[in-house]
């Protein structure tokens, strides 16, 4: 398997982006939403809890879980074809 398709590439290459701009929109625009320091916390605080929960959520998909069934699924394409020209 090339190293550009290898889950560990994805995790150490593609992740460190992701990483930048989750933990930027959760620190400078959620986290203090989440913790009711603006004006009228009970109005804003829940939905800043679900997109915190999204995005931590979309950040695990996109960097194990994708990856991890990206592999499976090309591993067997290469044991089906290796099947087919025996």
């Not at 809890?49 to 069934?69: C, E, H, N, Q, R």
């Not at 591993?75 to 074809?81: A, N, P, S, T």
Request: glycine letters at 8%; aromatic letters at 8%.
């Amino acid at each position: 398997m090339p190293e550009e398709r290898e889950p560990r590439w994805t995790i150490r290459v593609v992740g460190r982006p992701i990483a930048f701009r989750k933990h930027r929109a959760l620190g400078a625009g959620m986290l203090p939403i989440a913790l009711g320091l603006g004006a009228d916390p009970s109005f804003r605080s829940p939905m800043a809890v679900t997109v915190i929960g999204g995005l931590m959520t979309s950040t695990f998909l996109s960097l194990l879980v994708i990856p991890v069934i990206y592999s499976w699924v090309d591993d067997l394409v290469q044991w089906m074809r290796n099947l087919s020209q025996r």
